[in-house]
């Protein structure tokens, strides 16, 4: 049998937790062979678009995601090939001119809100996990993120998640718990379901035969 690392899929609406949950499993794995891929690197490049183009963007929308690159990437990674994963600036909502090489791993974590809602990134996936957190808690979460490391006001916080986000995550993000193989309550604070998880990560990762 052919070597080929396991793909565990973190998906979740904004503020769920998914970035926790994604290094609770990392760390878990850090001494063996892991590495982390954000969908968010794979915004689409924007740099060609003036920053009031790039503020109007509907970044909760399946096509604001370069998903293509994005499978291009996992592919190489699943036959064991370096990739050049872009980087992401939320400050200037554009891909940044620096990219970062990522060596391959056994363990691949792909972490985002809208992993689950393609299909060709669903049949990469060995396991798929779907955050599942209250909107209020949410909200409360995304507005310090946003205010402390994105650079953005409370206004503006509030108008994009009324506006965009919500009804984005009705539509979108929302339906793709249909497809999850465990839907997690409480994200990483969940530690039933994190060591649930690393067990069925481990067996695996036995059968595949590569730890
Ligand atoms: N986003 C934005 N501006 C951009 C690009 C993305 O405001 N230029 C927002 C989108 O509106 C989207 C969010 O970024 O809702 C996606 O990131 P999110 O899931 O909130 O962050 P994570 O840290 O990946 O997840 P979690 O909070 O669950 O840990």
Redesign the pocket.
Known sequence: MTKKPVVIGVA?????????VARELYQQFIEKSILMI?Q?AY?KDQSHKTMDE?IK?N??HPLAFDNDLLIEHLEQLLIYQTIEKPI?D?SN?TRAKESVYVKPKDVIIL???LILEDKRLRDLMDIKLF?DTDADIRII??LV??IEE?G?TLESVIE?YTS??RPMHLQFIEPTKRYADIIIPE?GQNRVAIDLMVTKIRTILEEKEIL
């Open positions: 979740g609406g904004t503020g769920s937790g998914k970035t926790t954000e968010d915004y790039r963007t970044y909760d992401y939320y909502h972490e985002g809100i955050v979460r995304r993120r946003d994105r953005r994009q965009i986000v994200g």
